[in-house]
């Protein structure tokens, strides 16, 4: 079946530290990627997706390129904020799935001022 | 605010007992989702209503079933609990299908003891 491997958090960073979290996923076919963030206390947003393979999908200064050749979407930011700590999931939509999300288990991210 | 509304937030009750987990899904969506969110196993859909009917299933146990009203409102209902049903249950609802962007409420956080 479908699945979502991410790193093991946490991962702790001073403010203004590049962040990359890695995600790697295995589907048939060619799903569309996201990545959801969580902040404490509230449910999952969706940060930013990317429907096939090359595109970029990026939002709040994070970015992540649907790479099929290496069946990963990394999730990146050049600088993090205090205001970004959080737990971020990496999740797939298979085609045949109408909306129906498998999601990885989920990176903290702790920023650290 | 995502504008699905989760009632109640918090919830403690015993093993074996039964409880009921509402949704008010965002004005508009068609389609509500339920998910599982414990330390161990992440996140896990257990199942999904489109417009009244059932559309897909997940990992939901036998013990556990929902529904969806004309109103668009869920239900998810959980029975003979176990200590193990301890968890973060989300709801979730979307505008259409296949777009994989999925509206999440905050949670009800159900503890069994």
């Known amino acids: 079946g479908d699945s979502v491997t991410q790193m093991e958090g946490p991962v702790t960073l001073s403010e203004e530290a590049f962040l990359t979290i890695n995600c790697t996923y295995t589907a048939t076919g060619y799903p569309s990627l996201f990545w959801y963030v969580q902040y404490p206390g509230e449910g999952l947003q969706l940060l930013l997706k990317a429907t096939k393979a090359d595109d970029k999908g990026s939002n709040k200064g994070f970015e992540a390129t649907y790479r099929k050749e290496t069946t990963s979407f990394h999730l990146e930011k050049g600088s993090v904020q205090v205001s970004d700590s959080a737990v971020y999931f990496c999740?797939?939509?298979?085609?045949?799935?109408?909306?129906?999300?498998?999601f990885g288990g989920g990176t903290r991210l702790m920023v650290k001022p | 605010d995502s504008g699905v509304t989760q009632t109640p937030k918090h919830l403690i009750t015993a093993t074996g007992q039964r409880v009921t987990l509402r949704c008010s899904p965002r004005?508009?969506?068609?389609?509500v989702y339920w998910y599982q969110q414990s330390l161990d196993q992440g996140l896990q859909f257990l199942i999904q209503y489109y417009n009244g009917e059932e559309r897909a299933k997940g990992n939901i146990l036998e013990r556990f079933s929902a529904q969806q009203f004309p109103d668009l409102h869920s239900e998810l209902n959980l029975s003979s609990l176990e200590l193990g049903d301890s968890a973060l249950y989300f709801c979730?609802?979307?505008?259409?299908?296949?777009?994989?962007?999925?509206?999440f409420g905050e949670g009800s956080r159900l503890t069994v003891l």
């Open positions: 004005s508009g969506d068609l389609s």
């Open positions: 979730a609802s979307s505008p259409r299908q296949g777009t994989g962007e999925l509206f």
């Open positions: 999740a797939l939509s298979a085609n045949n799935a109408g909306n129906m999300l498998t």
